[in-house]
């Protein structure tokens, strides 16, 4: 019986009501007064603390702020690792192939048969279809390395055509896509082939027969083939959206070798870009094939 009468006690004692008076204090006249009870200051009291807590909370998760707690990545940090574990993967692919290319190169020496292999195999753990989500932005070293790598023309560039016993003129070069060419050949600004809008998914073709000297996927251009014809003539291909033909390919003119996309961070819709090198030097693809 005791402890009910304390319990009832306690419960009355919570709700007495109470009155807060603000006197001024010069003529002692009441200015504000508020009638307040125990339970309703608890009440009050335990709902602005759950407020002030939620809005730390969301001002920590969804704000800069975050980046201030001990142990939380930056955002720079964020994409960095992101661009860290890209390179990381391209680089295991590079260094599979060559141990391949090694492989196959020292059977040859000894005389034997080399086996061939399909690097489609090599690329099932790639992550290329989350590429689109991510944003990549170029450093202050990473322009700065640009500069440097075409000032010493580490790969022998040369706007001026050289010459050449070639006459592409006569060679039948068979369209890679049927589009519109929306970005023409223009060595001055860097753009060392041409643009040509197509329907996305359209076959992309060889022009020549040849042998795929390159088949992989960057950050710029996308998903790009480089074909080696004879006479020292290369055709590539970028932004497609899939790669048909693989590295060591042998193709026919007109084989499909990849499909229209819009990959990497240098395009801005469905269309192929397509360049020419004769003997180390771009020329422009639309003076040899109607498109």
Known sequence: MKKK????????KLRHKYRLIIYNDNTFEE??????SRLNVFIVGGIFIMLLILLNTFIIAYTPLREFIPGYPSSDMLRNIQNNALYVEQLEEEIELR????MMLKMVIAGETPDTFDISSLKQSDTSKRYKNLLFTKSVEDSLMRVSIEEEDRFSLSIQPQNSDI?????????????MIVSKYDPAKKHYGID??????????????GVVLLSTYSIETGNMVVIQHKDNLVSIYKHLKTIIKPFG????????????????EFSTGPHLHFELWLDRNPVDPSQYIIF
């Open 5 to 12: 009468a304390k319990k009832r006690s306690w419960l009355r």
């Open 167 to 179: 006459d592409l003129k006569k060679r039948i070069l068979f369209r890679p896509v049927a589009g």
């Open 249 to 264: 390919s042998n193709v026919k003119a007109g084989d499909a070798i990849g499909v229209v996309g819009n990959t990497g």
């Open 99 to 102: 141990d391949q290319y090694l």
């Open 31 to 36: 200015v504000f007064y508020l009638r307040l």
């Open 196 to 209: 040509i809008v197509a329907k996305a998914d359209e076959p992309v073709n060889a022009v020549l027969d």
